[in-house]
Nanobody, 126 residues
Framework: QVHVSESGGGSVQAGGSLKLSCEVS??????IAWFRQAPGKQREDVAR????????SYRNSLKGRFSVSYDEAKKTNYLQMTMLKPEDTATYFC?????????????????????WGQGTQVTVSA
């Protein structure tokens, strides 16, 4: 059973930065994605990347501010968030899909990701 664990959340003022980490318990071949959910809103895509650090994709509104990467040796995905805004406040979830080959598609739905973390809270104050 693959386990996924997020860390790095916290509180920051608008304009600040945070770096989230997502550690995967075993080596997989597939895709690691970040989603977020604000209170009263649906969970939405943030970014995703393959387990060979290829095929990155981002939510359009986050391009230029967020950067995703994957360290194969550490089995850890990173989400670097910069120029944070109050509307970025949400619980951020990491999810992994292990489909046997290193690929990530922005077309994959949330249901394609079998393994999910518990989430880490990000709060951005004005």
């Amino acid at each position: 059973q693959v386990h996924v664990s997020e860390s790095g959340g916290g509180s920051v003022q608008a304009g600040g930065s945070l770096k989230l980490s997502c550690e995967v318990s075993e080596r997989i071949r597939g895709c690691i994605a970040w989603f977020r959910q604000a209170p009263g809103k649906q969970r939405e895509d943030v970014a995703r990347i393959s387990t060979t650090n290829t095929y990155p994709s981002y939510r359009n509104s986050l391009k230029g501010r967020f950067s995703v990467s994957y360290d194969e040796a550490k089995k850890t995905n990173y989400l670097q968030m910069t120029m944070l805004k109050p509307e970025d406040t949400a619980t951020y979830f990491c999810a992994a899909a292990s489909w046997g080959y290193n690929y990530c598609s922005s077309e994959s739905s949330q249901s394609d990701f079998r393994y999910w973390g518990q989430g880490t809270q990000v709060t951005v104050s004005a």
